[in-house]
């Protein structure tokens, strides 16, 4: 009778230090749950989005340019600083005007991109021109470029590349 009811509070024992045990596992399995479902601690800003993207291509010798939509969905303007692409020997942002009656391409230094806005980079404005594009370009293929961002952030996107009409 000694040894049953020994045996019945080591058992016990032990069942209460595995239910312990179990408790503090799923303790940290519900804490860590609860972060990845939260996603980062942004107050439930949305990140950097690029939509529309594609690259207007016409030939190696001849610089091909990017355009796209880059979306901010935060609370803070975003400053776009610069582009990198393996499929380019280098990548510039640009601005097209229109200054005397003359078409002009301007190399920007940043581009501002508004809290909860958007920037087009589009045919006649914004665009990356990226210089020396790689022999392997072509209609059909698709690049990935990476943006860089003021604050050190980087978003990388693939850009689908059309021809010369944009088709």
């Keep these: 009778m000694l040894r049953d009811n020994l045996l019945r509070v080591t058992t016990m024992t032990h069942i209460r230090r595995r239910l312990s045990e179990m408790g503090a596992v799923l303790s940290v399995c519900f804490v860590?749950?609860?972060?990845?479902?939260?996603?980062?601690?942004?107050?439930?800003?949305?990140?950097?989005?690029?939509?529309?993207?594609?690259?207007?291509?016409?030939?190696?010798?001849?610089?091909?340019?990017?355009?796209?939509?880059?979306?901010?969905?935060?609370?803070?303007?975003?400053?776009?600083?610069?582009?990198?692409?393996?499929?380019?020997?280098?990548?510039?942002?640009?601005?097209?005007?229109?200054?005397?009656?003359?078409?002009?391409?301007?190399?920007?230094?940043s581009i501002q991109v508004p809290a909860h806005g958007h920037v087009d980079f589009a045919p006649g404005h914004y665009h990356l021109m990226c210089m020396a594009p790689s022999k392997g370009m072509s209609p059909g293929q698709s690049v990935t470029i990476s943006l860089r961002f003021a604050d050190g952030e980087r978003v990388m996107a693939r850009f689908t590349v059309r021809g010369a009409t944009g088709r």
């Excluded at 001849?62 to 975003?78: D, I, M």
């Design 32 to 109: 860590v749950i609860a972060a990845l479902v939260s996603g980062p601690a942004r107050g439930g800003e949305q990140e950097l989005t690029v939509s529309g993207a594609w690259m207007r291509f016409i030939m190696p010798s001849v610089p091909a340019a990017a355009y796209f939509r880059l979306s901010n969905g935060s609370a803070r303007p975003r400053v776009l600083v610069g582009a990198d692409s393996p499929a380019c020997g280098m990548l510039m942002l640009h601005e097209s005007l229109v200054q005397n009656g003359m078409d002009r391409m301007v190399m920007l230094k």
